[in-house]
């Protein structure tokens, strides 16, 4: 008895497909890592309050605002984590049906965000972060349209 490669095995996301996701996740995650540095640095009073929140507290922001630069630091780690999960990294522990709605999440947030630095009057966030933006939009949009990633286990490898 012959077992075909395909019996047992996920073709979904196969072949080019797979690296190009996981590709396409680590790219997305290292943006969102970014973000995550830019806002921890905010909150911990590094000067570039003219490239953050419309652009209206030049230099350190002020307490309530480096508390929302906190905030929003770890909602950007856990945006991390989907990505990474949606691209099919074991390293996250975000569960499968919640990376691909949570992808969608990010896919709206972003587009939305894309619209908010366009519209800003810092030109730190128009010209600087607004690209950045709709780069990572992009990315997330790719993620969101594709399917999962699996692992190859042992057994699915043996198949092959």
């Given amino acids: 008895m012959t077992i075909k490669p395909t019996q047992g095995v996920d073709q979904r ?14 790219v997305a995650a290292l943006g969102f890592l970014i973000v995550v540095a830019f806002q921890l640095s905010l909150m911990l009073g590094a000067p570039f309050g003219e490239a953050a929140l419309g ?6 922001l002020p307490g309530e605002l480096r ?3 906190g905030v929003s630091a770890a909602i950007w780690t856990f945006a991390t984590l989907i990505v990474l999960a949606r691209g099919g990294f074991a390293i996250s522990p975000v569960p ?3 990376s691909r709605w949570g992808t969608w999440v990010l896919v709206g947030y972003l587009a939305i965000g894309v619209l908010m630095n366009l519209a800003s009057f810092s030109p730190w966030e128009r010209f600087g972060w607004a690209p950045f ?3 990572l939009f992009v990315l997330t949009l790719v ?3 594709g399917g999962f990633t ?7 490898a043996a198949l092959r």
Avoid at 17 to 25: E, F, G, I, K, N
């Fill in 67 to 69: 508390v929302v630069s």
């Fill in 13 to 26: 996301g196969a072949g080019t497909q797979r690296p190009v996701r996981r590709r396409t996740a680590a």
């Fill in 55 to 60: 652009g209206a507290n030049p230099g350190q």
């Fill in 143 to 145: 993620l969101a349209l």
């Fill in 150 to 156: 699996r692992v190859p286990t042992a057994s699915a």
């Fill in 133 to 135: 933006t709709l780069v």
């Fill in 96 to 98: 499968r049906g919640l």
